[in-house]
Structures are given as C-alpha cells and as structure tokens.
C-alpha cells in the first residue's frame, strides 16, 4: 500500500468507520440506525444513491464519478440523510428530457 | 508400536506416520469410541435438523436413499460437526439437488494436540470407509456415488477414507491442511489416486513456519484451484476490531481473525453451489502470468468452475496436474467475471491521469474499474483486466471516464475512440466506438461500432 495502512485512515472497504474521510472510498455506511458502519464502494450506475453530504455516514453511499443522485431534497431528508435515489449519468438525463 | 481395533484395522506409528522430517512426533490415532465419529444426515425430508445415523441398521430406518448421490462434509481442526457452515453447506445443496447430505462430526478427535488430531484422521477416514463399505454390502449402494468434501485435516480424513475404500466418485479438498501432511507419501495425504476425481482449492498456502499458513501448496488433485494466488484472500486483511466484529457475529469474525484465509476455502465452495456458472478457473503457470493477462481468455473447451461443478470438467483431463487462477470478491456473494479491456484514446491533448471503464450488458452492469493509470496519449492503445462483480451476458455498451486528481486550468478533453471487450469465458469480442472528447470526471458513452 502506497499510503501507511491506519486503524483511522485509508480504511479499506468492510473495515469499521466513523466518518467517511476516513474511508479510502469515500463512503462509510451503515444499513440501519442500529448497526455498525464499515467503509462501502461508492453507488454505480442504477444503484441506490444519497446525495453526498456533509455527514460522516450513509444509509446509501453516494454516486461514483460522473455520476449524479437524483434524490429530490426534503427537509428531514436533508437533516437524517435519508433523501435516496438513484444513480443517473447527467448527459443521459440531459438527453432524454 | 501399533494399535489395533476391530471394526477398523491397525494402526502403527512407524515410518512414514511419524519418525519423519515432516511428521517428528510419533502418536498412535485415540480409538474410535473415543473419538466418537458421528454421521448426522440431512435430505430434501429432513433439512434443517439432522438424524444420527451410523453404519447399521439405522440408516434403513431413516431418510437415506440410495436412489440419490451422498455427499460427506468432513470439519477440520477445533471444528466439530454441528459447525454452521456445514449445516448452512447441506442446506444450500438441497436447494439446488436431491442428495443424502451428511456432515461428519469427529469433534472429540479434533479437539486435542493437533499432533494427535493428524493422526485421529487416520480413524476417522476408517470410520467414513468401514460406513460405504455397509452401503455397499447391506444396499448396494455404488462408491461412485459417494462424493466427500474435506475441509483441513478433513480433506485427508477423506483421502485416508478413499485409499482404504476404492471407487469413491470424488473427493474435494478445501485447503487440505499442510503441518504434517505437505511433503509426505500419497499413503499418508489426500492425492488424486484417493477417489475417481479429486479437486482442490488452495487459500491459504503461504509456509506454516513463518508465516501461519495452514493449507498445501502442491498441486494434489486433478484440479488444483488457487483462487487469487492462493496465499492471501481479498477481505482477509481488514484491521482486527473490523475483522472479529464481523457482520455474521462475533463468533464467524473470530474465526475469521484466527483463520481468514483458511476458512474462505469452504465459503468459495458454498457460493459456487448457487453459481454454476461462476468461479472460473484459468489455467497458468503461475499467478502472476494470470493476473498480467497471459492464460486469457478460456481454451476452445472452456475453463473449469471452481467447487461445486468443477466435476462437469471431469471428461477434459488431459495432463497430470492442472493449476488453475481466478480472483474473487472481498465478501459474499464471492464470484466476478473476467473481461479483457483494450482502450484507443483519442484527443489531441497528452496528459497523465487515469482511465476508468464500466462494463453495461443485458444482465446489469458494473461499477468503474481502472484500465490505466500513468501517460495518456492520445492513439495509444492500453489493456487492463477487469473482475466484474455482475454476470453481464452479452456486452451493449461501456462507459469511459478519466481523471487526474489535478486541477488543470487548460481544461483538457480526452476521449475513447475505440473499447474493445472480450469476455474470458466464451472469448467472444465486442468492439465499441466513440466520437467525442470529454473532460474530467465526466461519463463518455461507446456503442456497437
């Protein structure tokens, strides 16, 4: 590994998590409120998705480069991070509107 | 000095059972009441709790029949019987074929000094062949239709169970235990004259000394699998509160932490048994010529599936031993599909980055994997391998993305020209092209050229 391997950094996917900077990923997710979070690959195309945010955890990881989350904001969403959706490439959407 | 008993024979503790390099300690196997093998067998009728029968009268009594192939699952070291990847390995055969499925539980030969447990398999596998041999006087029963997966020392308790009683259709051997085993004569260890077809995976075959490895590295069997190289398992590295705290309790992630590699061995053949068509397995000369593409993709007559349909392979055999590599995933479910990517840039700027390609087809499609990473230029053409995590069937479409984590304020355009697919199985070709130039981090579609 190029990076130092840490218990807190560069954490690979499956190991456990906090805040998802700490993922080499970039996502730390967790399936419900109970259960632990472990570092997750980010959501490919026609995956669940949330939208990135500034939270360390998600219920679903965001989308991977190029990749946008059509979850449409809610407010509560916004607070408990549970607006989903579902990943979409922009220059498809773009297209097909 | 020798020690006979009754039902099974004798057993002496001279050369080759110890006195050796590989086998200093001299013991004698504890005696069969002792170890207490037991055979609790599930069927179609009976498939979440066992019935207990032994090589009498009481299998007539209960749901075996042989009208249906029997397949032994035999524990390792420590493990005992009851074990849930045995249980979970029975269940899961039964959902896909109508077998008398039996796990043999010779716990109290297992648990002790693993000087005595290696040689406790020698009883064990007496027990196993004393029993087919009853099948076969008492029912007819043909050996051929015996089948027996081992599991550490259980893979040699099935070979000493298929040298003492010829004609047993297949053995497998997950990660045959290598203290006391590696290195020794075929009398002593699992080897392929043990059954009609003897498979094995290897998972975890870096030495003993150093380096704990627990499983053999020599080829043995007819078809020796080395699932991604065989010493070190994708997953198996995560830090240790990760690894005990494991998403299957803490019991699995403790096992888990004392023997990751060692135990994917049996979680590889329990997902191979509801993936027929996955676990392909490349045959090479070694790891490293298959991971940098050479052995791609499948010969005319195709590659062998790990596990559980690795015996449809059977026929093919031409040469004596057969190593054969693929890679898997980190978690269950464990099986990827390999594809070769061979990607023509175009665009008329030079830059370094690196280009990643996800794969879309009529059954889903994958995540971005990396191709390159390095100089791109434009014209050049680069080739990377990629372990899908989806069966995609017949490849429609790709999808090409670069990067170079630098922000450029030239904005340069690179694109894809041509993508050319193949996928490793059938070894068929798909080309796709593209017209555009894209900037960073944004998705450029290819279609059928």
Redesign the interface.
């Known amino acids: 590994m190029e990076q130092e391997r840490g218990l807190v950094f560069n954490l690979d996917t499956g190991e456990l998590c906090l805040q998802s900077a700490q993922c080499k990923s970039h996502c730390c997710h967790r399936e419900s409120g109970l259960s632990l979070a472990r570092c997750a690959p980010k959501a490919a195309e026609m995956q669940d998705c949330s939208r990135k945010s500034l939270y360390g955890v998600y219920y679903k990881c965001p989308c991977e480069s190029g990749l946008s989350c059509n979850a449409d904001r809610s407010i509560v969403g916004t607070i408990t991070n549970t607006d989903f959706g579902v990943c979409e490439d922009p220059a498809e959407t773009k297209a097909s509107r | 000095s020798e020690v006979c008993y009754d039902r099974l024979g004798c057993f002496s503790d001279s050369v080759p059972w110890s006195g050796t390099v590989e086998r200093p300690i001299q013991r004698l196997p504890w005696s069969p009441d002792k170890i207490d093998t037991r055979f609790l067998l599930f069927t179609r009728e009976n498939p979440d709790s066992y019935q207990r029968i032994s090589a009498d009268s009481s299998i007539g009594f209960s749901n075996f029949k042989t009208s249906r192939l029997t397949r032994f699952i035999v524990h390792g070291f420590i493990d005992k019987g009851e074990e849930n990847w045995l249980l979970d390995m029975c269940k899961r055969l039964l959902t896909v074929e109508d077998v008398n499925c039996i796990s043999v539980d010779w716990k109290k030969g297992s648990r002790c000094m693993y000087t005595q447990a290696s040689n406790n398999v020698r009883v064990v596998g007496a027990e196993i062949a004393y029993f087919v041999n009853t099948l076969k006087d008492t029912y007819g029963y043909s050996p051929a239709n015996v089948h027996i997966i081992g599991h550490s020392l259980g893979a040699h308790v099935a070979g000493e169970a298929g040298k003492r009683r010829p004609g047993i259709g297949r053995i497998t051997g997950l990660d045959p235990a290598q203290p006391y085993f590696q290195g020794t004569p075929i009398e002593v260890r699992l080897d392929k004259t043990d059954a009609e077809f003897v498979d094995v995976i290897h998972t975890d075959t870096a030495p003993t000394v150093p380096y704990l490895g627990f499983g053999m590295s020599p080829a043995i069997g007819h078809l020796d699998f080395y699932p991604n190289g065989g010493v070190e398992m994708p997953?198996c590295?995560?830090?240790a509160?990760?690894q005990i705290?494991d998403l299957d309790g803490i019991w699995e992630g403790t096992r888990d932490f004392m023997a990751c590699n060692h135990l994917r061995s049996y979680k590889y053949y329990s997902d191979s048994i509801i993936y027929p068509d996955g676990f392909l397995g490349y045959s090479c000369d070694s790891y490293n010529a298959f991971q940098t593409g050479s052995c791609f993709p499948c010969p005319a007559e195709g590659c062998p599936n790990m596990g559980h349909y690795a015996d449809r392979f059977k026929g093919k055999i031409n040469r004596d031993t057969v190593k054969l590599y693929l890679n898997t995933a980190?978690?269950k479910d464990f099986p990827l599909w390999r594809y070769k990517v061979t990607v023509t840039l175009s665009g008329n700027s030079h830059v370094t980055g690196y280009v990643?390609i996800?794969l879309?087809g009529s059954n889903?499609?994958?995540?971005?994997h990396q191709i390159v990473k390095g100089t791109l230029k434009p014209d050049n053409t680069y080739t990377g391998y990629i372990d899908a995590e989806v069966k995609l069937g017949t490849v429609t479409k790709v999808?090409f993305?670069w990067?170079n984590n630098v922000i450029n304020p030239s904005l340069p355009k690179l694109g894809a020209a041509t993508v050319v697919v193949q996928s490793g199985e059938d070894r068929r070709e798909y080309r796709f092209c593209g017209y555009e130039t894209v900037r960073e981090?944004?998705?450029l579609?290819l279609t059928a050229c």
């Not at chain 2, 889903?364 to 971005?368: A, F, I, L, M, V």
């Open positions: 997953g590295e995560k830090n509160v990760s705290v980190e978690a990643n996800a879309y889903g499609n994958t995540r971005q999808k993305l990067n981090d944004v998705l579609t």
